[in-house]
T-cell receptor, first 108, second 115 residues
Framework: GIQVEQSPPDLILQEGANSTLRCNFS?????LQWFHQNPWGQLINLFY???GTKQNGRLSATTVATERYSLLYISSSQTTDSGVYFCAVDVGDDKIIFGKGTRLHILP | SAVISQKPSRDICQRGTSLTIQCQVDSQVTMMFWYRQQPGQSLTLIAT?????????ESGFVIDKFPISRPNLTFSTLTVSNMSPEDSSIYLC????????????FGPGTRLTVL
């Protein structure tokens, strides 16, 4: 089946820093989503981005479907950005497969 | 978007017992999904629940262990049967937004600890 790999697995940054998270996938996909799981376990959908670039405040995402990767950019990090960031790809019938996530810890 | 609630939010159960988790959505949806997230791990799809038909289970998950009901377009339950400590996980339900987008929305999860 399709493989979804995320890097880096862990990231520790000082508040105010910028970061780039990467998601590689092994086959063509219908769409790709980025999620943030906060320390309380709630999953929040950040972007639905099968291709192209989207921006939402300090966050932006770019997916290059032809090269099978997506990037999530976080600028001017805040402590509330801490948590785990997952990318997930649609493998058909609305079923999505998750990567293993990037655990981000922002230090005050 | 969709607003999803789950009950209970957390529970501590004894080995050998069963727990039923409820998932309620604020709008009618065709498909609902159940996921398991083991401690420190990513999310794994357990099954897809369609109203009016049997749930479709992913490899490694069976109906006897995780029976699912889907009585209408806004509600589903997942039962974790004959629990063991290995079943300690967060269980999440999700739905697809529809309306031309496949964005998925997740409930807050049920944190289960089996002693």
């Amino acid at each position: 089946g399709i493989q979804v790999e995320q890097s880096p697995p862990d990231l520790i940054l000082q508040e105010g820093a910028n970061s780039t998270l990467r998601c590689n996938f092994s086959d063509s996909v219908n769409n790709l989503q980025w999620f943030h799981q906060n320390p309380w376990g709630q999953l929040i959908n950040l972007f639905y981005i099968p291709s192209g670039t989207k921006q939402n405040g300090r966050l932006s995402a770019t997916t290059v479907a032809t090269e099978r990767y997506s990037l999530l950019y976080i600028s001017s990090s805040q402590t509330t950005d801490s948590g785990v960031y997952f990318c997930a790809v649609d493998v058909g019938d609305d079923k999505i497969i998750f990567g293993k996530g990037t655990r981000l810890h922002i230090l005050p | 978007s969709a607003v999803i609630s789950q009950k209970p939010s957390r529970d501590i159960c004894q080995r050998g017992t069963s727990l039923t988790i409820q998932c309620q959505v604020d709008s009618q949806v065709t498909m609902m999904f159940w996921y398991r997230q083991q401690p420190g791990q990513s999310l794994t799809l357990i099954a897809t629940a369609n109203q009016g038909s049997e749930a479709t289970y992913e490899s490694g998950f069976v109906i006897d262990k995780f029976p699912i009901s889907r009585p209408n377009l806004t509600f589903s339950t997942l039962t974790v049967s004959n629990m063991s400590p290995e079943d300690s996980s967060i269980y999440l339900c999700s739905v697809t937004a529809g309306g031309g987008t496949d964005t998925q929305y997740f409930g807050p999860g049920t944190r289960l600890t089996v002693l």
